[in-house]
Nanobody, 125 residues
């Protein structure tokens, strides 16, 4: 069983940065593909970014590309989402997900086995 705990959400002004963290319990974190999704009010959950277990591959949605960076620290079972140049449309609940022995593709498809409870990000304009 894997538990994911997100942190780092909050209120930020448009144009500002924010870094989200997700700590995973369980063994073999270095074999988990990881990702970040978000869900804005009245909208479906959407992929933001994903990273392979080896860190050799990453994926970004069009809205995240060039502004967000996903990274991971396998020694501390943590995945990060650095968000820069935030916009009001980035306001959402952000969820971390883990797919043990999975791939970026399975994460992108929302097929991760484990999900965190989410951390709320509010961007004020």
């Amino acid at each position: 069983q894997v538990q994911l705990v997100e942190s780092g959400g909050g209120l930020v002004q448009a144009g500002g940065p924010l870094r989200l963290s997700c700590v995973a319990s369980g063994r073999a974190f270095d074999k988990y593909a990881m990702g970040w999704f978000r869900q804005a009010p009245g909208k479906e959950r959407e992929i933001v970014a994903a990273i392979s277990w080896s860190r050799s591959s990453t994926y970004y949605s069009d809205t995240a590309k060039d502004r967000f960076t996903i990274s991971r620290d396998n020694a501390n079972n943590t995945v990060y989402l650095q968000m820069n140049s935030l916009k009001s449309e980035d306001t959402a609940v952000y969820y971390c997900c883990a797919d043990p022995y999975g791939t970026i593709m399975t994460v992108r498809r929302g097929q991760s086995n484990y999900w965190g409870q989410g951390t709320r990000v509010t961007v004020s304009s």
